[in-house]
């Protein structure tokens, strides 16, 4: 019967000074790209997804709307469909036209997205059994209660599992496979490796909403812990190094500089960069032999007629 909960578990806050600063003091300085996403990254990585050069969303989408037979056909029948981290209403919507699930329960990490997108599903689908579960789906959560039983589905769109390492990423499939158990599936959306020029013009738009993206970790910094970065003394720099299939995203210092951030002085020398986010690209091949080493069987994959990116189902 149609109902909607939510459960908070809290997700511990991460320490953002010590983590930043953490990161600005090893050799190769980085900061997480977990930081991108205040009230104003989040703006800006909605404009991401609408750019021209940026393909992900909009094929993701295509796919998901032209194979959603196909999928619901792979996937089965009244499942418990999971979604991790605050996912395109558009996509899940397709999802749930196509699978008609038993039950919905969505992840994320921010209450209030979680709020805003979980009561928006249930006013237009009223159908629906919704348990939405704030807390973060890399680190440990309780399955809400009643919930046992049925069988499990989990859905990652958009590539996420993109921006980790394969170590990373192996891990987390790993959790996933344990969370849906013996007849689970998972449903993930994976970018795909390409033409350099195709992939590094998704990173480089021509409006520079990825640049104001990838600077905008500078300005959050220098709100929020009383830094003095100067963002026009910045370069945003994003290429591909295939030698490890992945899109890199740093920012440059053309010049020496000194930022001072709380009370610390972090030195920049003249090309040196902070690495802010490395988007992982993988073949078919490449994907479906991350998945098996981590307990799950690859199944269908359905691709756009280019091959730009790939949704897998992989059964546990
Ligand atoms: C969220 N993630 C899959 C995006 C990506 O393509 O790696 C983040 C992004 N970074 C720059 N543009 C988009």
């Not at 999928?71 to 981290?85: D, N, Q, T």
């Amino acid at each position: 019967m149609a109902c909607l909960h939510f459960y908070d578990f809290h997700p511990p806050l991460s320490d953002f000074q010590a983590e930043i600063l953490a990161g600005l003091s090893s050799r190769q300085k980085t900061i997480a790209p977990k930081f991108f996403y205040d009230a104003e990254g989040s703006q800006l990585f909605d404009r991401i997804c609408e750019l021209p050069e940026y393909y992900l969303t909009r094929t993701e989408i295509g796919l998901l709307e032209r194979y959603g037979d196909q999928i619901a056909g792979a996937v089965g029948p009244e499942a418990l469909l999971f979604e991790l981290g605050s996912g395109s209403s558009r996509k899940i919507r397709l999802l749930l036209d196509a699978l008609r699930p038993a039950s919905y329960v969505p992840i994320d990490i921010s209450k209030h997205h979680l709020r805003v997108a979980a009561n928006a599903l249930f006013s237009d689908y009223p159908w629906l059994e919704i348990h939405a579960v704030c807390a973060d789906y890399a680190g440990s959560w309780n399955l809400p209660p009643g919930l046992e039983g049925q069988r499990r589905i989990v859905f990652f769109p958009g590539s996420s599992i993109g921006n980790l390492t394969p170590g990373e990423a192996a891990a987390l499939l790993k959790r996933m496979a344990r969370l849906v158990g013996d007849g689970g599936g998972l449903l993930i959306g994976v970018d795909l490796v390409k033409n350099v020029d195709v992939l590094e013009a998704a990173y480089n738009d021509r409006q520079k909403v990825t640049e104001a993206f990838n600077k905008n970790l500078l300005v959050r910094i220098n709100r929020e812990l009383d830094a003095d970065f100067r963002i026009d003394r910045f370069d945003h720099l994003a290429f591909y190094n295939p030698e490890l299939d992945r899109i890199e995203m740093h920012l440059a210092s053309p010049e020496a500089q000194l930022v001072r951030i709380a009370d610390r002085t972090i030195r920049m020398a003249a090309g040196e960069t902070i690495h802010t986010e490395n988007s992982h690209k993988y073949s078919l091949a490449s994907f479906r032999r991350l998945a098996l080493r981590t307990g799950f069987r690859p199944g269908k994959v359905w691709i756009d007629p280019e091959g730009l990116f790939s949704i897998h189902y992989l059964s546990a």
